[in-house]
């Protein structure tokens, strides 16, 4: 499955935000966007002093910001929809409660990987269990009451204890319980909507997914 492979500060850039997919370093450096607060590209700084964007345009940039944060393909995030749209409750809610019990994005939650990104190399090298035994398929899903840690051969690797140990990161979301000694965390619950850390509009996904 192909992945970008660039930059990743012109993605915020593009998005005109931060996404944090740096991790830590979000947190300590200056930001590319904070000095040129425009999309990449020769045309970026013209298509700001453009009309206003389109609905479809405000839809699909509100896609592509989703699919950035989370770090997966647009193959996969269209099954996931297609999933959440079969589900009782709101779809976008449901989209995003699908990316969230990922078990990679459950990883970065907990504290155990600086960013997703490293966190899914984290599950596929074989560092990452849940109950007890050996994962490494990045888009598990991890439900209510399940247990991961990073496997006992791996709890004293530099990432992780770098991750635990960074003053800047985020705090671990109520419905995740971590005991960053033994390297171990619990999912107390499935989350809501109000669970979820993300200033993203689920509602204009819906609205492109269903022209």
Same mark, same amino acid.
């Given at each position: 499955? @192909?992945?970008?492979?660039?930059?990743?500060?012109?993605?915020?850039?593009? +998005?005109?935000?931060?996404?944090f997919?740096?991790?830590?370093?979000?947190?300590?450096?200056?930001?590319?966007i904070?000095?040129?607060?425009? %999309?990449?590209? /020769?045309?970026?700084?013209?298509?700001?002093?453009?009309?206003? *964007? =389109?609905?479809? *345009?405000q /839809?699909?940039?509100?896609k592509?910001?989703?699919?950035r944060?989370?770090?997966? =393909? +647009?193959?996969?995030?269209?099954?996931?929809?297609?999933r *959440?749209?079969? /589900?009782?409750?709101?779809?976008?809610?449901?989209?995003?409660v699908?990316?969230?019990?990922?078990?990679?994005?459950?990883v970065?939650?907990?504290g155990?990987?600086?960013?997703?990104?490293?966190?899914?190399?984290?599950?596929?090298?074989?560092?990452?269990?849940?109950?007890?035994?050996?994962?490494?398929?990045?888009?598990?899903?991890?439900r209510?009451g399940?247990?991961? $840690?990073?496997?006992?051969? @791996?709890?004293d690797?530099?990432?992780? %204890?770098a991750s635990?140990? %960074?003053?800047?990161?985020?705090?671990?979301?109520?419905?995740?319980?971590?005991?960053?000694?033994?390297?171990?965390?619990?999912?107390?619950e499935?989350?809501? $909507?109000?669970?979820?850390?993300? *200033?993203?509009?689920? /509602?204009?996904?819906?609205?492109?997914? =269903?022209k």
């Amino acid at each position: 499955m @192909s992945r970008y492979t660039g930059p990743v500060c012109r993605l915020c850039r593009r +998005e005109g935000q931060k996404l944090f997919l740096k991790g830590m370093k979000c947190y300590t450096e200056k930001c590319p966007i904070e000095r040129r607060n425009f %999309a990449p590209g /020769q045309h970026g700084q013209t298509q700001q002093r453009r009309r206003k *964007a =389109s609905d479809y *345009a405000q /839809q699909l940039r509100e896609k592509q910001k989703v699919k950035r944060i989370y770090g997966v =393909s +647009e193959r996969y995030f269209k099954t996931l929809f297609e999933r *959440a749209a079969q /589900q009782t409750g709101v779809t976008g809610e449901n989209l995003l409660v699908g990316l969230e019990l990922r078990l990679d994005n459950i990883v970065y939650r907990m504290g155990f990987g600086s960013s997703r990104k490293q966190a899914r190399q984290l599950v596929r090298h074989g560092h990452v269990q849940v109950n007890g035994g050996s994962v490494n398929v990045p888009s598990y899903s991890v439900r209510a009451g399940d247990e991961v $840690r990073v496997a006992p051969k @791996s709890k004293d690797i530099l990432p992780v %204890a770098a991750s635990l140990e %960074a003053k800047t990161r985020p705090d671990v979301v109520r419905w995740l319980a971590v005991d960053p000694e033994t390297r171990t965390g619990r999912m107390l619950e499935r989350p809501g $909507r109000a669970d979820i850390p993300l *200033a993203v509009q689920e /509602q204009l996904i819906v609205e492109l997914y =269903s022209k």
